[in-house]
């Protein structure tokens, strides 16, 4: 099952690639690297993001954007629990996730200024490979101790993901500054990861 989930992104990728490869002679490429906060939407945790993301853009306003992105829960709304921080004798009951995301983003710029200020949106299929785990409760094993339970859920899934994303030049020509805020949504959940991260943008091309 996962390889044939990972095979149809790949597709997808080859097929969106060859599908505007042709479209403008001079592609601008720029690499992007950044982090941020992040909510799991289902059970509502905080949670941070690493990505690193590579836009082909086919025109002045129209680029291709395939991500990889690291996704781990930190904590709870309520605060009541911290990942990093063993419970109940050593312990950690809290529960936890996390996966990698592939996406292939679509961008489109809506707005561009004379300074080159762009606020663009974007639609494309993500992938996720991870998983979460929860804590179940207690039992009381053949000793009489009490033990908990963890409950582990594995995701291989394919979703799509929605973003608005905000992008400026910076001082150095070579820089560009991107604010993004992304949506990934799998199951029929909608959103059910939020994302928003600073990335630094280097040209390539």
Not at 9 to 19: E, G, P, R
Not at 37 to 49: L, T, V
């Given at each position: ?5 990972f095979f149809t ?11 505007f ?8 490429l ?61 312990q950690?009951i ?10 292939v ?13 762009r ?22 094993n053949?000793?009489?101790?009490m033990?908990g ?18 992008d ?14 992304s ?7 909608w ?11 280097f040209?390539?091309?």
């Open positions: 099952m996962f390889k044939k989930k992104v790949l597709v997808m990728t080859i097929l969106t690639f060859n599908s490869g042709q479209e403008g002679k001079d592609k601008k720029i690499y992007r690297v950044g982090a941020g906060p992040s909510i799991e939407g289902n059970q509502g945790k905080w949670a941070i993001n690493f990505m690193n993301e590579l836009s082909v853009y086919t025109s002045e306003r129209f680029s291709i954007n395939p991500s990889l992105t690291y996704f781990a829960v930190i904590g709870e709304f309520d605060g009541s629990g911290k990942f990093w921080e063993p419970q109940l004798d050593g950690n809290n529960a936890f996730s996390s996966s990698l995301f592939t996406d983003r679509l961008n489109y710029d809506v707005i561009r200024t004379a300074k080159d200020f606020v663009g949106l974007g639609f494309g299929p993500s992938f996720q490979y991870g998983g979460d785990a929860s804590f179940g409760g207690w039992f009381r053949e000793r009489g101790e033990e339970i963890m409950n582990v859920e594995r995701f291989a899934r394919l979703g799509y993901v929605t973003q608005v994303v905000f400026w030049q910076g001082k150095n020509e070579n820089r560009r500054n991107t604010l993004g805020v949506m990934s949504s799998f199951s029929g959940y959103p059910y990861y939020l994302m928003v991260n600073y990335r630094l943008g040209k390539l091309k």
